[in-house]
């Protein structure tokens, strides 16, 4: 039997939003795969883009949630639990402002099946090509999960950090996600919850139930990094007790 996949888009203010479900909905693998759009509070037009996007594409199975509570955690959260409510035994997550390759639920799926002890996997980030993107992001995405990684491994003398799956690019099997106690219902400003699930996982079902697929590719809009910049970003990430003390969070979810 072919496990069941939901992928849910937490969003709030996306107007790239067609984009990401045009990305999921020209996946190659699509049977038994199901999307849920978690709206976190939008004060512009996302529902109506997704209302756009759905016309003329009947029998597309998106469901759109809402969460008043701010914060792609909680966000994240309340898709996963209705997911996992509606019996589906694998839970992606992708962005807003990200568009995964078109292998890529399939990818998830087979990955899953090959491995009987994976409960968390996650893959490889490239630069969404948007108004963003600037000349040599796709060698600083890979240098900065470098970096990230191994600061924090380094830094709480923990090798689960090693492994840390980002939140853009991220399934998990719905068992572990209960077991672990899923998302912190979070905001950007309180905690990076991507890390704090991968660190639940490697901690309570030990390191080897992460893995990163490299061929397992999301492409990711830079535009946090540009509303940061990269020294401000890398405190953000680094430093996380400094968040809102030098500067305005950028509220991007």
Known sequence: MVARLAVVVPAFNEPSIGRTLEGLYRQHTRDGVSV???DNGSTDDTR???ARFLAGRDGFPLTVLEEP???TGAASDT?????ITDGFELVARTDGDSVPRPDWTG???AGFAAHPGLELLGGRSVPLDDAYRRAGDALVIPAAFLVLRTALAAGHLDRSYLKLVAGHNLATRAAAYQRVGG???TSIAECDEDIEYTLRVARTLGRSAVR???GLVV?????RIRAYGPARAAVHQLLPGLRGRLGRDADIR
Do not use: E, N, Q, W
């Open 79 to 83: 898709g996963f639990r209705r997911a």
């Open 219 to 223: 492409g990711t809009s830079m535009r």
């Open 107 to 109: 990818r998830i799926l």
């Open 48 to 50: 109506a883009r997704v």
């Open 36 to 38: 849920y759009v978690v």
């Open 212 to 214: 990163i697929d490299r």
């Open 183 to 185: 998302f912190p219902r």
């Open 69 to 71: 509570v701010k914060g």
